[in-house]
């Protein structure tokens, strides 16, 4: 299965669960490498980890989709909770 037809096959195309190693073509600074290969030890690489994340979604074009709108007036809910 190519990488292109791996995408394709998932339900979020932009969530791959192999982008640690899809990352190493795209990077050749070894504290990434190492990271990408061994995984965070602690907090700050966590973050650092995440914000390499960040940039193989915008490498590839992923874009993640628009959250739900949650919102609502004080006026909407309170004739709803009128109606109960």
């Not at 190519?2 to 998932?10: E, I």
């Not at 982008?19 to 600074?29: C, G, I, K, Q, V």
């Given at each position: 299965m190519?990488?292109?037809?791996?995408?394709?096959?998932?339900s979020n195309k932009w969530d791959n669960p192999n982008?640690?190693?899809?990352?190493?073509?795209?990077?050749?600074?070894e504290g990434e490498i190492k990271l990408l290969k061994e995984g965070p030890k602690s907090w700050t690489q966590a973050m650092r980890l995440s914000a390499i994340h960040g940039r193989y979604k915008k490498i590839m074009g992923y874009v993640e989709p628009e959250p739900k709108d949650c919102q609502s007036s004080f006026k909407e809910?309170?004739?709803k909770s009128k109606s109960l």
């Open positions: 190519n990488h292109q037809t791996q995408l394709s096959a998932m982008w640690r190693e899809d990352m190493l073509n795209y990077t050749s600074d809910w309170n004739g």
